[in-house]
């Protein structure tokens, strides 16, 4: 007596598909992960850590410099245009511009540079391309970059940016 028993096919089988579901899977993950990252850009991490290491010394001289000077500016926006007014402890600023970098915390394709030009009396305009929005950080140095303000803020703001030597942004 000789019955024969049909047998499924092996796609039909349980146990091929448990055993391979797991590697299956695993591949499929490494596959997606792998394109994700090389489409990536890794523009948060510095290609030259050494030197900007090295150049920390000379950042904290430009804001000890500010404070030596007594260094303060309100920004006001309007629209794409930029009025800055800067004072120090002798009076208003007297430099021929001013440059304002604006950083975006995570994009570095959307960092902007504003270069203030002087109207007399310690005041600057300056104007926009884009519009901006959101958190940025700020770094205001004079001409011949032995000063700096920096710090953090909302922009744009709708009262004026007060920005002093302590690094402080109050709006």
């Known amino acids: 007596m000789n019955e024969e028993v049909p047998v ?21 993950f490494c596959i997606i992960m792998f394109i994700v990252a090389s489409n990536m850009d890794d523009t948060m991490v510095s290609d030259d850590y050494s030197k900007e290491g090295r150049g920390i010394n000379q950042e904290i001289a430009r804001d000890l410099k500010a404070k030596e ?3 303060n500016a309100d920004l006001a926006f309007e629209d794409r245009a930029i009025l800055l007014t800067i004072n120090t402890e002798q009076g208003s600023a007297d ?19 504003i ?11 300056g104007s926009l391309l884009d519009d901006i929005d959101g958190r940025w950080y700020y770094e205001l140095r004079g001409p011949d970059n ?9 922009l744009p703001t709708e009262n004026k940016l007060h920005i002093n030597s302590k690094g402080s942004a109050q709006g």
């Open 69 to 71: 000077l007594g260094v």
């Open 146 to 154: 032995q000063w700096r303000l920096k710090g953090e803020a909302w």
């Open 115 to 125: 270069q203030f030009r002087s109207d007399g009396n310690g005041h600057y305009t």
């Open 8 to 28: 499924a096919p092996w796609y039909r089988q349980p146990w091929f598909w448990f055993l391979t579901i797991a590697p299956l899977s695993a591949i499929t």
């Open 95 to 113: 430099f021929p511009y001013l440059v304002l970098n604006l950083f975006h915390p995570t994009l570095a394709q959307n960092d902007r540079t």
